[in-house]
């Protein structure tokens, strides 16, 4: 991920926006409405419903107080790139029903951690043991801590198929920075340090080898 990410929040001058997800300016205006489309007739005003416009991308993102209405599909991160794309579906998903059912959210994205959990060569039968597969592998033992309290794993952990995992949103919401973070650290990371490796000099590379072998 380049930079942090921003959730869009009522007023704000800059966030990451809904629908391009680009850092920028915002543009904020009070929704109106009239009886006659050119916007003449008779007037309505209902100072809860906003509507603010991205400096990028030009769409509109509608508000009501605080919450955003539409698009639905907000408030989280974009998937890590390097996510496989059924993961980054399961992702995409999930945040598109954030707003109407955080436990689904929530479910969502447990599917996903498992296939993670298989695709980065665990089992992708137990959780548990997937996930202490993946410390071991070098996952910040945190990330294990973090989706204890969560329960997603652990002794406390929900059973697929019975859906309690958690119920409010912002917990949910942490749940996508926990996927992305799990990609970041297992899949992100060892490609960069790999193409940085590769892009060295290739007599240095032999100094190194030497080195190494001499030791
Ligand atoms: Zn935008």
């Known amino acids: 991920m380049k930079g942090k990410y921003i959730a869009p929040f009522l007023d704000g001058e800059a966030f990451n926006c809904v629908s391009c997800h680009v850092y920028t300016k915002q543009n904020w205006y009070y929704l109106r409405g009239s009886s006659g489309p050119d916007g003449y007739g008779d007037q309505t005003n209902d100072p809860r419903f906003r509507i603010s416009y991205c400096e990028h991308c030009r769409f509109p993102t509608i508000w009501y107080g605080e919450s955003v209405?539409?698009?639905?599909?907000?408030?989280?991160e974009p998937p890590n790139d390097d996510l496989p794309d059924d993961i980054k579906r399961d992702y995409e998903e999930a945040s598109s029903i954030l707003n109407l059912s955080p436990r689904g959210t929530a479910a969502l994205l447990r599917l996903g951690i498992q296939k993670l959990c298989a695709h980065l060569g665990q089992s992708g039968k137990n959780i548990n043991t997937d996930i202490k597969g993946l410390v071991a592998a070098g996952l910040?033992?945190?990330?294990?801590?973090?989706?204890?309290?969560?329960?997603?794993?652990g002794n406390d952990a929900v059973h697929p198929g019975k859906i309690d995992l958690m119920d409010d949103r912002s917990t949910a919401s942490q749940l996508f920075r926990l996927v992305n973070f799990i990609a970041q650290k297992m899949i992100t990371e060892p490609r960069e340090i790999d193409e940085i490796y590769?892009?060295?000099?290739?007599?240095?590379?032999?100094?190194?080898?030497?080195?190494?072998?001499?030791?």
């Not at 892009?199 to 240095?204: D, S």
Request: no cysteine; charged share 30%; net charge positive.
């Open 69 to 76: 209405i539409f698009p639905l599909n907000m408030s989280v």
């Open 140 to 153: 910040p033992p945190r990330v294990q801590e973090a989706l204890d309290s969560v329960r997603v794993i």
């Open 198 to 215: 590769r892009n060295l000099p290739a007599e240095k590379l032999q100094g190194i080898k030497d080195r190494d072998g001499n030791q």
